[in-house]
């Protein structure tokens, strides 16, 4: 009986170190193991690369006021604003606009995204 618990335990044994063995060669050769998302190329259903998403009005918005924000938090505080900071920011400058000046931001989206498409 106490053989067999002591081969079970060898087995055990065995397996970790193959593990450890493992991990030490992803640690000794990072650039064979890592795997990033970013780099994958995504496909669809028909294996054709997918379409970068259409910006929003909002998104528009964002990129065009982002520095301006950024300079008017950076004035208030005297320091760096967060990057959590600028975007409540935004946020909150978004929601204060009419509708009709976030109707233009919406038609600048419409037009880029037409123009990717055509390409």
């Not at 009986?1 to 170190?17: C, H, N, P």
């Not at 320091?79 to 600048?108: C, F, H, Q, R």
Request: hydrophobic residues 30%.
């Amino acid at each position: 009986m106490a053989a067999k618990q002591l081969e079970m335990r060898v087995a055990e044994l065995e397996k970790l170190v193959a593990g450890l063995n493992t991990k030490a060669d992803a640690l000794a050769n990072p650039e064979k193991t890592t795997k990033s998302k970013s780099k994958k190329e995504k496909l669809s259903d028909d294996d054709t690369p997918k379409k970068p998403k259409a910006k929003t009005g909002y998104l528009v918005y964002s990129s065009e006021k982002r520095e301006e924000i950024k300079t008017l938090l950076e004035e208030e505080t005297g320091e760096k604003p967060k990057p959590k900071d600028v975007i409540s920011k935004l946020g909150s400058t978004w929601k204060a606009l009419s509708d009709e000046e976030k109707e233009a931001y919406n038609a600048k989206a419409k037009e880029m995204a037409a123009a990717v498409e055509t390409d």
